[in-house]
């Protein structure tokens, strides 16, 4: 390989690299432009556009974004930690105990693996009307909150780790718990992390549940806020839609600029496979 | 032996609790009511035997969006993780403006499918939409790519690849990075090319991370609907209707929860089928690393 | 039974003394879905805390549910939960439905005669077909809309038509719209003629072109459609071919949001859409534009549109009577004028058009007239039993035809046979 045909090759990896970027980057970038100028420039880019602020301030008046984004706040937390708390330890009984049923127990659970309660939706909804649970943040959240995908993939984890390990702590007297904690959970952090993102990704995300589940802003998440704001029956509106946009996803997007070495770093550094 | 089987129930019936009440009896649930009458004001269901089934096989909008659902994985699927391979390979290169890169890689994470959906829509638009434009440019006459029953499935494949390709990103770039620098360096003195080295080295090490991201992948390929529900309604006459959207019509716009059970089984059946599928392949794969 | 309640349990007594000031208060629950923005939501908030501080003994809580769908999938939902809220504006096209699910009540139960004559009656007729059947109103009008035709008074001029006179008939129609199709020197189209939106729920404005062709799409029991009547087929054939043959109207079903912006932007010069649309047009359109009725064919017509009250089953006595009272002032010449200045709504009764801000608002906006005036050739918008279901035949098949996959007749013709299999049960 000589040093010339080198560098063509890396000015072709350059230039895909940044056209694939500008790509992805679009609806950002035009979600921007809509949201800072008056309605009239949403079609036309025009540079000299007057930019303006009005766009965000009648999206916040017209819908509680603040509200909406706590909520799904909370929703995504709530999950998260259950699903972390309630998948560490059934994957510890699947990975590192023998009973009668664990067979068919993780059948079970391979089972949930492809089928998530939002395709249950309609029975699911009867359920949480018998729990009387219908428009809360719960409810929402409840059916999420063991995810056969989580017990899946720490299982896989924990059995890699050498049961030596367990051994060792149980001789000193450590309880299960102690050892799920002290030894399991710091050596499976790659895959809590790479969990943790599919599980925030998905509920940050998540619409159909929600809109079904919800009635009222109290309880609605994000995108279910969005959508009812964005109803487009007497025309679209995108520089307020983009604005509102920009105020939700925003503080998650900046929150990325500034960390973004952190986080892959971190994430890196966990060395997932 | 007896002990662990106490502390086994202990530490799996939170979650098994959880599982069955919100996946397994529903599921069973559902496929009782799929041999039943959708029952409406004083009407009660009654037992129909089969009935909703053979209405199924007759129904053109469920072959429709059977179909459609196939072509839509078929294609999301290996796009998304192809594209986010490259994408990792990208940024995992020490280019300029690495971060920059990133995170335009990374920005359909964070922006909802549904609000992401309106401004795709503007793309989309024939005339003065942003594709239109750029062709306008070139002298092309307008497309309504969202309008034409041949187009608008692709459309929405188009942006379901963009959500999910900068999403799996993530994984491979961090896969990527596992793989030691020196063994890179060695290759490129042997002389072997890039490709060769991708090939041969690169890919085998990041199986596991193939294995997990086509896991979601699948998973998303009947989930990920929610730019329907804002772009097309899975209009025009049903090209771009989904099984997932279809179900949620049935249920919830016509009330006929009998059929929509009776479709949710279908879903069922395919899901089980894959998930089956994956875990042997999965198990294999991973557990003896 | 109040008393009797207080008497055997004296704790329960004392604590629902301690709870609730007033003892007989009501409290209604009532959803309502506002497609138009945040004005709508404003003023629906006024008008209620406006009742609530004259009735004290009503607390009425207005739940902002979405958009049309959004509200009757949560509404019927709650309502099979044993949880309807008392009252919601729904789509006038879901009565048959409602009454099949077996939810609503008609308000006759809780009128006078005296009431029945005034307020029912007062309604303007055009509505009231999709409220009534059997000889029960099961709906009381108010978020009214009916579809026009808004024109670029420009453009009109720039192609030599008289901008201030609208294409009355089909053919006028189609000569305006081809004088007004503009194409650049590539032979691409720079202006339409004319856009009809057709995504997502074709068959209403749809019926802006069946009912002038004479057909009437779905008989007043609901239970029977006449998709293949040759009218309806005439009505399709002119749609298809308005892009087909005529090339005055884009190809492929076209997008309903984006239709006002279309016009502002310049890329059609005629467009129909909803009276809802009025107020942004008014706002945004940055040229003269007029408004006018739907062109005639055999007839004018236009179907009618939106949402209408409906009283729901599962409460008490006190609650429904309260509801109805409530029901009784919003819709009141007033707050009704009120409710349609601030929305582009039409006012759906005659008196509101007589009430002082009504008059000053069609000094201001004379466009509001016509959607008014309109109203006397307007039938009611495709209704039946399973009416999603329905619809959906016939949202198919006119996709289908205007994609070019299927003639008009035989769209129409498997769209009538699919709605006969479902609708045959009800009769």
């Keep these: 390989m000589n040093k010339m045909s080198f560098s063509w090759d890396r000015a072709l990896i350059t230039c895909a690299a940044w056209a694939l970027a500008l790509l992805w980057v679009l609806p950002l970038i035009y979600a921007t432009w809509t949201a800072f100028h008056p309605a009239e420039f949403e079609t036309r880019f025009d540079l000299t556009a007057p930019l303006t602020l009005t766009n965000f301030s009648d999206a916040w008046v017209q819908a509680p974004f603040a509200r909406y984004f706590l909520n799904t706040t909370i929703l995504v937390t709530m999950i998260l930690i259950a699903q972390i708390a309630l998948g560490t330890l059934a994957a510890y009984a699947f990975a590192r105990m023998d009973f009668r049923g664990k067979g068919i127990l993780f059948s079970l659970v391979l089972v949930q693996l492809m089928i998530m309660p939002d395709i249950l939706l309609v029975e699911n909804y009867k359920t949480m009307r018998d729990l009387g649970l219908v428009d809360t943040i719960l409810a929402i ?20 780790i050498p049961q030596e390990l367990d051994d060792a702590a149980r001789i000193e007297g450590t309880s299960i718990m102690g050892r799920i904690w002290r030894v399991y959970m710091p050596l499976a952090k790659p895959t809590y992390l790479a969990f943790g993102l599919v599980s925030v990704s998905a509920h940050w995300n998540n619409f159909l549940w929600p809109l079904i589940i919800t009635n009222s802003v109290e309880t609605r998440p994000l995108t279910v806020g969005l959508s009812i704001f964005a109803a487009t029956d007497s025309g679209i509106q995108w520089s307020v839609i983009n604005a509102a946009t920009l105020i939700t996803s925003g503080p998650l997007l900046l929150a990325f600029l500034l960390f973004q070495r952190q986080f892959v770093q971190s994430f890196m550094r966990a060395g997932i496979k | 032996m007896r002990r662990d089987w106490i502390y086994a129930c202990l530490l799996l019936s939170p979650a098994m609790v959880i599982l069955v009440g919100f996946t397994h009896i ?19 269901p009654e037992f129909i035997g089969t009935d909703n089934y053979a209405t199924l096989l007759a129904d053109p909008v469920f072959i429709k969006a059977l179909k459609n659902n196939l072509i839509y ?9 192809i594209l986010a391979l490259m994408m990792a390979v990208f940024v995992n290169e020490k280019l300029r403006g690495r971060a920059l890169l990133r995170m335009a890689f990374f920005t359909p994470t964070v922006l909802p499918l549904i609000a992401v959906a309106n401004i795709w829509m503007f793309f989309y638009t024939p005339g003065f939409g942003l594709i239109d434009q750029i062709r306008g440019l070139f002298d092309l006459p307008a497309q309504n790519w969202v309008g034409q029953t041949d187009t608008v ?60 991201v086509s896991v979601n992948a699948v998973i998303n390929s009947v989930r990920l609907i929610d730019h329907i529900f804002v772009m097309t309604e899975g209009g025009p006459n049903n090209a771009s209707k989904l099984l997932l959207f279809y179900v949620y019509e049935v249920a919830f716009q016509y009330w006929d929860t009998a059929y929509a059970a009776t479709l949710t089984v279908v879903i069922l059946g395919i899901l089980c089928a894959l998930a089956i599928a994956q875990f042997f392949f999965l198990d294999r794969r991973v557990h003896y690393k | 039974m109040l008393t009797n309640f207080f008497k055997t349990s004296t704790t329960a007594a004392a604590l629902a003394l301690a709870t609730s000031v007033p003892a007989f208060a009501v409290d209604l629950e009532f959803y309502f879905p506002v497609a138009v923005g945040g004005a709508a939501a404003d003023t629906i908030e006024a008008l209620t805390s406006e009742y609530a501080a004259a009735n004290p003994d009503v607390n009425i809580e207005a739940i902002y549910a979405g958009s049309y769908t959004d509200a009757s999938t949560k509404a019927v939902t709650a309502a099979r ?18 009454i099949d699910e077996d939810l609503i009540e008609p308000f006759d139960t809780y009128l006078t005669e005296a009431e029945k004559s005034e307020w029912i009656d007062g309604f303007f007729p055009a509505f009231m077909q999709n409220s009534q059947t059997g000889g029960n109103t099961w709906g ?27 294409p009355a008939n089909w053919d006028e129609l189609l000569n305006a719209a081809t004088a007004l199709t503009e194409k650049d020197d590539a032979g691409n189209v720079t202006q339409w003629g004319l856009r009809i939106p057709s995504a997502g729920f074709p068959y209403w404005l749809f019926q802006g072109l069946s009912t002038p062709a ?49 016009f502002f932007e310049g890329e059609s010069a005629i467009i129909w859409t909803s009276t809802g649309n009025l107020t942004n047009i008014r706002i945004n359109a940055p040229f003269d534009f007029g408004v006018g009725f739907l062109p005639a064919d055999e007839r004018f017509g236009a179907p009618t549109g939106g949402g209408n009250f409906y009283l729901f089953k599962d409460s008490s006595e006190e609650q429904k009577d309260a509801a109805v009272d409530f029901v009784q002032w919003i819709t009141a010449p007033e707050q009704a004028a009120k409710w349609s200045i601030a ?10 058009w007589e009430t002082d801000a009504m008059k000053a608002y069609v000094e201001e906006v004379p466009a509001a007239l016509i959607t008014r005036d309109h109203l006397e050739h307007a039938v009611a918008e495709l209704s039946t039993y399973e009416n999603a279901r329905v619809t959906s035949f016939l949202n198919d098949a006119l996709a289908a035809a205007i994609a070019g996959e299927k003639t008009p007749k035989e769209a129409l013709a498997e769209a009538q046979a699919q709605a006969e299999a479902v609708l045959s049960s009800y009769r």
Excluded: C
Aim: avoid cysteine.
């Design chain 3, 214 to 262: 004479g057909a009437i799409l779905a008989n007043a029991d609901g239970n029977k459609t006449n998709f293949d009547d040759p009218k309806v087929v005439r009505a399709l054939q002119f749609l298809v071919d308005l892009s087909k043959s005529h090339g005055v109207m884009a190809e492929g079903s076209i997008d309903w949001g984006a239709t006002p912006k279309a």
């Design chain 3, 343 to 352: 929305t582009g709504y039409v006012a759906p009764r005659a008196d509101a």
């Design chain 2, 26 to 44: 529903p599921a069973i649930e559902t496929i009782i009511n799929s041999f039943f009458s959708t029952g409406r004001g004083r009407r009660v």
């Design chain 3, 81 to 98: 939960g044993g949880n309807a809220p008392q009252l919601s504006v729904l789509l006038s096209t879901e009565m048959f439905t409602l």
């Design chain 2, 153 to 212: 499935l692709y459309t929405m494949i188009a942006v379901a690849t963009w959500k999910e390709a900068g999403f799996f990103m993530i994984f491979y770039l961090a896969a990527l990075q596992t793989i030691p620098m020196p063994l890179r360096e060695a290759a490129a003195l042997e002389g072997a090319s890039r490709w060769y080295f991708f090939r041969r080295v690169t890919l085998p090490l990041i199986m596991p991370t193939t294995l997990f």
């Design chain 1, 141 to 160: 959240g409840l059916p999420y909150m063991a995810s056969g995908f989580g017990i899946f993939l720490l299982r896989q984890t924990f059995m890699t």
């Design chain 3, 140 to 166: 009381i009008p108010f978020q009214r809309s009916t579809p026009v035709m808004y024109w670029n008074k420009e453009a009109f001029a720039k192609a030599g038509l008289n901008p201030d006179v609208a």
């Design chain 2, 73 to 81: 994985a078929a294609v999301t699927i290996p796009a998304s993780i």
